[in-house]
Each structure stands twice: as C-alpha cells, then as structure tokens.
Nanobody
C-alpha cells in the first residue's frame, strides 16, 4: 500500500512561516521525485516545487523562489517544504505527490498523491 501523508499546515499571519512534511509509506524514496502542489476553490491545481530524492535536483515556480525550500530525509522517507514570508495568496490546500524516476518535464506526471493539508495565511 503506497501512501503519502502531508502534515504541518495551519493558520499563520502574513510574513510568517510553516514547514510542511510529506511522509511516505509502502515504498521508499529511492530514485523518486516528490512534488508539492496547491489548490484553492474554483482554481486549477498548481505545481509549486519538486525534488528528486537521489540527485537532490529541485525546481520552484517563480512565485515561491526565495521563499520556499524543499528538502528530503531519505532515511525517514520524508520530504519537507519550508515556507517563509507567506502571504495570503499562498492560502490553499497543499498536496504532495510522487513519481518514480527523474523530475518530470511537466507537472502532470505524478502517480501517487497525499490527502492534502490546509495552509491559511491571514493579512
């Protein structure tokens, strides 16, 4: 049973920080790519950042560069998204997803998904 479980969401004020965790079970992070996505009601799901667990290669969308950082702890089968300087536009449900192999060329190639964790940023 392959599962991803997100945690760490919550309510913060603008300018604050949160660290999201994505813990995997049923498989290991060997040669996997893990992505973070977010979605708000009425809007399309948006890819945010991704990391390849073996190489450490990362990618961030422009709106979060310099504010969000991904990292991985492969021994714990867990990846993290450190979010700093949060603003209300970051409010969304955040999902992690996984796919075996190198970073996909697009955001559409992920196979396994978590249940999401709510991030709310107040102004």
């Amino acid at each position: 049973e392959m599962q991803l479980v997100e945690s760490g969401g919550g309510l913060v004020q603008a300018g604050g920080s949160l660290r999201l965790s994505c813990a995997a079970s049923g498989f290991t992070f060997d040669d996997y790519s893990i992505g973070w996505f977010r979605q708000v009601p009425g809007k399309e799901r948006e890819g945010v950042a991704c990391i390849h667990t073996t190489s450490g290669n990362t990618y961030y969308i422009d709106s979060v560069k310099g504010r969000f950082t991904m990292s991985s702890d492969n021994a714990k089968n867990t990846v993290y998204l450190q979010m700093n300087s949060l603003n209300p536009e970051d409010t969304a449900i955040y999902y992690c997803a996984a796919v075996w192999g190198p970073l996909p060329m697009t955001w559409g190639g992920y196979d396994y998904w978590g249940q999401g964790t709510q991030v709310t940023v107040s102004s």
